[in-house]
């Protein structure tokens, strides 16, 4: 078989299937070249092709469809318009790949009932396996594979059943062993430790996605290209570098860059270099290179880089991973909406951040997929069908436009974003431990950013926009049975002191960030506990932090924390227990086996809490029925306060004060309306009661040793809860809804509360 090539000449190219010139459009261009590639690659044969081939396939209700290249088994099966073997469809550069913008070739596949389906762009190739029997439910029918059969293999029945079962999750797992083979060579070749090693892998995966973003996904950083910058470095750049030590090798001097680029997100220290020899740089830029972190779907690499810490955190550190039914159960029963602010303030690996940016991001992609299928029928309007060849094709740019506009709200790099607001101003977290900040920043980048609201710090005090009544959302595993000691104190150390990063965060956060400044700047040199109220009750980690979201929730907000069953019900913790019931509703309490958390070293039997701050509305019904209360226990007593009252006024009346009369007067009244606060408490329990749902979960889907059992129960108890909530309506649900219009010119419009915006992108 000839090998082709691509022919252009005069603003033309050369069409071998339909052996004629066509004008050079970019799509026709990257349709050229996918041609040149299935006879060259794949061995396919010209003459089993076709292109914009539309047979006799319609149907009552359904548009005439056709593909931009379909390729048949045999002569015969073309010859007869017998089922089709591959249907492709192609875009030029700007339409990304979704399978809903590629409608052509997804319904045309499925009506001539295809086996595969193959996308295609000038930058991205995406192939698929369609399974006829999920077709009513188009989305499921397409399965997205490692690659399509070569000629050779068509007539081979099991060949093609396995390349079937190639699905992406091989790419997913093939990730993970390579993550784990970089982290293997690091510890074979430089002998560190696996937390030293992954610290390692963590910059050189940094520095790779500073190189391909730069590169905009058109270039992999790899060895070859390392080692060709290293000569130019060497050449042209060393000499005129002021300032840089004549020895610095130039993996060094790209870290230096890498550095400065994520400087506000204060990842490394000023002092920290890349401690692994050269030669195992090299090695791990390889192993990666078949990888480019700024294009790889965030499924894949997110899963993937999820399951190399798993392996790679094992025991001390076993603390910061909750497992993910238990994230997944608790973000699904708080239901986090776009726009809403959701914070971790001991965030760990960032487990309970990338679900709830997971949770947000699903819902705009679908209502972004919803508006593109609504904006295509009205542009395509009634009679699309009747319409000329050339007039479809104006229609199909049109198409394509407002396919590329609406891709771009799914973009987190275009500013005005609707995935740009959810990343940049809607996740945030902090965790004290550097490693584990440096971690949870990582994992987000791998599962599609929103990094930039994770921060190395402690999680008690304010940082960025972490601080008091900021969020709707607190979803948090906070650290158990530690202690602050009262002789913690807060230090100069503690203060922020970056003035440019402050100007940006005023700028952002007005007055209230000046506020939240004052936290740390205003008590230096007191102690840590002081900024609590449950400070002078108890120094428990847990009870602090319980204190610590609700400060920093919006009134009305709500949060879920995973919190040891004592803080529930061991009697020394009464009045921690009563402090919150006077600050927020319980509205769950769920029970969980204590294995859920033993893999990760927990020893005590954990519940998962679910709290609502009070709103305004709700602050006041609580004071009216604590009132209401303590003034219908003070009436039984009232006979006596008057007496001590009166004894203490006569008493300070006399012209000799016997002050040790008076005293004790005063303590005995003192204790007297404690005593009254006290017994009015279950009184004001009963005027201010509402219903607490309890649930008992024997099987949370972890087994002790870390495995994922088969009986979980979460889901079941996810979805009753759902109903329930809706029903009670526990909190107030957002009724902001955001849609799309376009006008006659084509300019298209996001529409949000009554405002619209026109999308320029």
């Not at 929730?553 to 009697?571: A, D, F, I, Y």
Request: with cysteine.
């Amino acid at each position: 078989m000839n090998t082709l090539e691509v022919k252009k000449n005069n603003g033309k190219i050369y069409s071998y299937i339909r052996d004629k010139w066509l004008v050079c459009t970019p799509e026709e261009e990257v349709r050229q070249n996918l041609v040149c590639k299935l006879v060259n690659d794949y061995g396919y044969p010209i003459e089993l092709m076709t292109e914009e081939y539309r047979p006799d396939l319609e149907t009552r209700g359904v548009r005439s469809t056709r593909a931009d290249i379909v390729v048949f088994e045999t002569k015969d099966k073309k010859d007869k318009n017998h089922n089709a073997f591959i249907v492709i469809e192609c875009k030029a550069e700007s339409v990304k790949i979704r399978l809903e913008d590629f409608y052509q070739g997804a319904e045309y596949a499925a009506k001539v009932r295809a086996q595969f389906l193959i996308l295609h762009n000038s930058k991205e190739t995406k192939f698929y396996a369609i399974d006829m029997d999920q077709i009513p439910n188009k989305d499921d029918a397409f399965n997205q594979i490692v690659r399509i059969p070569h000629y050779s293999e068509i007539t081979d029945t099991k060949k093609l059943e396995l390349i079937k079962k190639q699905t992406k999750t091989f790419t997913r797992d093939e990730f993970t062993k390579i993550l784990r083979t970089c982290h293997n060579i690091i510890r074979n070749n430089d002998k560190l430790s696996p937390e030293a090693a992954f610290d390692e892998i963590s910059k050189i995966l940094f520095m790779k996605i500073k190189y391909e973003r730069e590169q905009r996904g058109t270039k992999v950083f790899t060895k070859e290209e390392f080692i060709e910058k290293e000569k130019w470095f060497e050449k042209d750049i060393r000499p005129s570098l002021k300032g840089t030590p004549k020895d610095l090798p130039y993996m060094q001097f790209l870290f230096a860059n890498t550095k400065e680029e994520f400087k506000n997100d204060q990842l490394f220290e000023d002092n920290e270099v890349i401690k692994i020899r050269q030669n195992s740089f090299e090695q791990i830029l390889e192993k990666l290179q078949t990888y480019n972190l700024s294009d790889t779907q965030d499924d894949v690499k997110g899963i993937a880089f999820e399951q190399f810490l798993g392996t790679t955190f094992r025991g001390e550190l076993g603390q910061y991973f909750t497992p993910r039914t238990i994230v997944d159960f608790m973000t699904s029963v708080l239901d986090p909406k776009e726009g809403e602010t959701v914070c971790d303030p001991t965030c760990g690996s960032g487990g309970f951040l990338i679900k709830a940016f997971e949770y947000i991001r699903e819902k705009i992609e679908e209502d972004v997929k919803n508006a593109k299928a609504e904006l295509r029928y009205v542009i395509e309007g009634d009679n699309y069908d009747k319409l000329s060849d050339q007039e479809q094709l104006s229609v199909n740019e049109r198409v394509e436009n407002m396919q590329t506009i609406l891709n771009k709200e799914l973009d987190t790099q275009v500013e005005g974003s609707r995935m740009y607001n959810l990343s940049r101003n809607c996740i945030y977290g902090t965790d004290a431990n550097p490693r584990m900040a440096r971690t949870s920043k990582m994992n987000m980048i791998m599962h599609g950013d929103g990094h930039g609201g994770v921060h190395h710090h402690d999680g008690l005090l304010n940082v960025n926009g972490i601080f008091e009544e900021r969020f709707d959302v607190i979803l948090t595993n906070p650290p158990f049975g530690a202690r602050i000691d009262k002789n913690q104190k807060i230090t100069e150390a503690d203060k922020f002191t970056d003035e440019d990063l402050i100007t940006k965060y005023t700028k952002k956060y007005g007055e209230a960030y000046e506020k939240a400044l004052q936290q740390v700047n205003d008590n230096i040199g007191k102690s840590l506990l002081s900024l609590y109220d449950v400070g002078s009750m108890s120094g428990l980690t847990e009870v602090l932090f319980m204190e610590r979201c609700l400060k920093l929730l919006k009134k009305g907000g709500r949060m879920g924390m995973v919190l040891p069953e004592g803080v529930l019900n061991t009697s020394n913790l009464q009045k921690i227990r009563e402090y919150f019931e006077g600050k927020a509703k319980i509205i769950l309490i769920c029970s969980i086996p204590q294995d859920v958390f033993i893999a990760a070293g927990a020893t005590v039997k954990p519940s998962l809490v679910f709290f609502k701050r009070f709103t305004e509305e709700e602050e006041l019904q609580y004071l009216g029925a604590k009132t209401k209360a303590e003034k219908e226990i003070q009436q039984k007593y009232i006979s006596k306060i008057n007496a001590l009252e009166e004894k203490i006024a006569t008493e300070k009346a006399k012209k000799i004060k016997i002050k040790a009369l008076i005293g004790a007067a005063e303590k005995e009244l003192k204790d007297l309306k404690k005593a009254i606060a006290e017994e009015a408490k279950p009184l004001t329990k009963e005027y201010f009661n509402y219903e607490i749902p309890v649930a008992m979960i024997e099987d949370a889907g972890i087994t002790s040793t870390g495995a994922v059992s088969s009986g979980n129960q979460l889901p079941a108890l996810q979805n009753e809860y759902k109903e329930y909530r809706t029903t009670n309506k526990l909190w107030v649900e957002s009724d902001s809804v955001i849609s799309y219009t376009i006008n006659s010119l084509g300019k298209l419009y996001r529409i949000k509360d009554g405002k619209e915006v026109e999308l320029k992108w």
